[in-house]
Every structure is written in C-alpha cells, then in structure tokens.
C-alpha cells in the first residue's frame, strides 16, 4: 500500500528537520512558521499560509478554521511550539482535518525534547481514522 502523498510529505519531514537543525527549539512559533514555510518553498512546494475554511453543521456555515499552511492545495499542517504535544492537541487537529477537505494532514511541534511530527489520515469512504508518526 503506498502512503498517501508520500512525496510531498517526504519534502514536509525534510523541511521541519532542516529549520530544527538550524533552530532547534530556540525561538517562537511564528518565527518557525516563517522559517517552513521559506524552506518548504526553496524545495518547490506551493504553500498557502491561513488559509480560511469553513465549518459546516447540518449543511449550515457555523465557524471558520484557519490553519498554519495548505502544502501542494492537498496537505494541511499545524505547528506547534510547545515542550510536547498533548493527547488534547492530536484530537483537535484530527477534528479539524475531519471537518475540511483534506484527506491528510501533518501536526508538528517543534518541542523541547525534539521534533515531534504526526502524520493524519481521514479516510472519508471508511469513516475512520489512521494515525502514523
């Protein structure tokens, strides 16, 4: 079975080990933001930063989500900056990739004891969810 935009993901993983190298944990959140999304367009990415989505219930708008950067119009990361993620933050980026579009997306942190990145897969047609770092 081959991984769901193995590729770009492949580049994604190569840019967050590149800006931690160069940056450890050292500075804040935004700084790396900025710093990825730099790197992840010096390896030919396209990448659309806040991007506005919205949030549907019962066929109503009821809320927008903003996340960090859209990769290649098909992969939705969320950075964090914090000393380890949370079972509280692996749910809530699942229940934002669930209610977009997107069928995968990349939760990284650039935490206190190293790279943390969490690779997610929704797979609508099963209604299920898979989960690989």
């Known amino acids: 079975m081959a991984l769901l935009y193995r590729d770009i993901t492949y ?11 160069e940056f450890g944990n050292a500075f804040k959140e935004s700084i790396v933001d900025k710093a990825l999304t730099e ?6 990415l396209k990448v659309t ?5 919205d949030v549907f219930y019962n066929n109503k708008k009821v809320g927008t989500y903003v996340p960090d950067k859209i990769v290649n119009d098909c992969v939705l990361v969320e950075i964090k900056r ?7 933050d692996k749910e ?3 229940h934002y990739l669930k209610g977009s579009s997107y069928k995968l997306g990349m939760l990284i942190n650039f935490g206190e004891r190293g790279l943390e990145i ?3 897969i929704y797979d609508i047609k099963r209604g299920i969810r898979i989960r690989s770092a």
Do not use: N, S, T, Y
């Open 49 to 53: 930063d806040q991007k506005r989505i």
């Open 118 to 120: 969490k690779r997610v």
């Open 82 to 88: 914090k000393p380890f993620l949370l079972k509280q």
């Open 92 to 94: 809530q980026f699942w």
């Open 11 to 21: 580049e994604i993983r190569g840019a967050c080990f590149w800006i931690w190298k």
């Open 39 to 44: 790197e992840l367009r010096k390896r030919g």
